[in-house]
């Protein structure tokens, strides 16, 4: 039974930094792909970043690059969303995912079939 565990979320100023944290139990996690996705009141849920088992690839959305940083720690089985300049337009319930196989990865939600319970963040002005 796969379960993702997020925390961290909280309200913060424009500008501040939050760090999300995953805490995976799946097996072998050190060989899953590993995503955050996020989805603000009225939107559909969208791509925040991945990165692949090793940790050696990352991908992210277009609005937060520059300013998120994903990485992982196969040791502790868990993931982290470093965010840092935050703006009110990345408030959303963010949420932590992973695939059903080993070695794969994707930016689709289609690509993910175990999500986490969601932590809200929210940017004041």
């Known amino acids: 039974q796969v379960q993702l565990v997020e925390s961290g979320g909280g309200l913060v100023q424009a500008g501040g930094s939050l760090r999300l944290s995953c805490a995976a139990s799946?097996?072998?996690?050190?060989?899953?792909?590993m995503g955050w996705f996020r989805q603000a009141p009225g939107k559909e849920r969208e791509f925040v970043a991945n990165i692949a088992w090793s940790g050696g690839s990352t991908d992210y959305a277009d609005s937060v690059k520059d300013r998120f940083t994903i990485s992982r720690d196969n040791a502790k089985n868990t993931v982290y969303l470093q965010m840092n300049s935050l703006k009110p337009e990345d408030t959303a319930v963010y949420y932590c995912?992973?695939?059903?196989?080993?070695?794969?990865?994707?930016?689709?939600?289609?690509?993910?079939?175990?999500w986490g319970q969601g932590t809200q963040v929210t940017v004041s002005s």
């Open positions: 799946i097996r072998a996690f050190s060989t899953y792909g």
């Open positions: 995912a992973a695939p059903d196989r080993r070695y794969t990865i994707g930016k689709r939600g289609s690509d993910y079939a175990h």
